[in-house]
């Protein structure tokens, strides 16, 4: 059964055997958007529209600035003030304008491109997630097979699971139960970590608990972004 190409990054990320392959789709889904936003997308007049509404939040504003073409950053960010900030922003001695002001700042900062590009992606694969389970016997296995999820996707993958169709109740039980036993295994592993700092064990090898704390992170809040050059 052919799928469309979304669906090989989905079976890659599962090879590489990390503790949530949804965190690595999201990891590189930020990377093509950042690229996308210095390159070809800052030339489509409906992408500059979109930028100068929505703007970039400072993550996302400090990825662009950290990448070579600075020039293709300010044209967006110029476009942005001219636009749509500088309009809310004025000289006034009256409370209740200026509070408006305070209003249309805290909403503007909440925003940005990018972060809504990224949330629609993964909103896709989540569903796809569930229809190849639904299709697919060697991602059944890829799932059964794989270290689980970060709770934030787990989360994700049981609200879209109704997309797995008739088998929706053995996705529910795959997810659960991959989800429920690597917890498990990492727990055991932040338990040899903690008693390892006792001086009776302190002959035993570490092995994978040595970066237990590290992992156990990412299952509870996710894959913590690349630092920004």
């Not at 930020?30 to 500059?48: G, I, K, P, W, Y």
């Not at 100068?52 to 600035?65: D, I, P, Q, V």
């Not at 209740?96 to 700042?105: D, M, R, S, T, W």
């Not at 990224?118 to 639904?134: G, N, S, V």
Request: net charge positive.
């Amino acid at each position: 059964m052919s799928y469309p190409i979304s669906t090989s990054i989905i079976y890659e990320k599962f090879q590489l055997n990390s503790e949530c392959p949804l965190c690595e789709l999201k990891e590189t889904a930020e990377e093509q958007f950042v690229h996308q936003f210095l390159n070809d997308a800052v030339m489509e007049n409906s992408t500059r529209k979109k930028v100068n509404e929505l703007g970039f939040c400072e993550r996302h504003f400090n990825m662009l600035f950290s990448r070579p073409n600075k020039l293709s950053l300010a044209l967006q960010i110029y476009s942005h003030l001219d636009k749509n900030v500088l309009p809310h922003v004025y000289q006034t001695d009256n409370l209740k304008g200026a509070l408006k002001q305070v209003e249309f700042i805290k909403k503007t900062s909440s925003t940005c491109i990018i972060c809504d590009l990224i949330e629609e992606r993964m909103q896709k694969y989540y569903i796809t997630f569930a229809k190849l389970y639904k299709n697919e016997q060697s991602f059944r296995d890829a799932i059964k097979n794989s270290n689980g999820f970060c709770l934030n996707h787990y989360a994700k993958l049981i609200e879209h699971a109704s997309n797995a169709g008739s088998l929706k109740a053995e996705f529910l039980n795959d997810i659960t139960c991959v989800t429920e036993q690597n917890l498990e295994r990492l727990n055991i592993e932040l338990k040899v970590f903690c008693d390892s700092h006792d001086y009776r064990n302190s002959y035993k090898p570490l092995g994978s608990s040595a970066t237990a704390i590290n992992r156990m992170g990412i299952k509870l809040y996710g894959k913590p972004p690349k630092k920004i050059l």
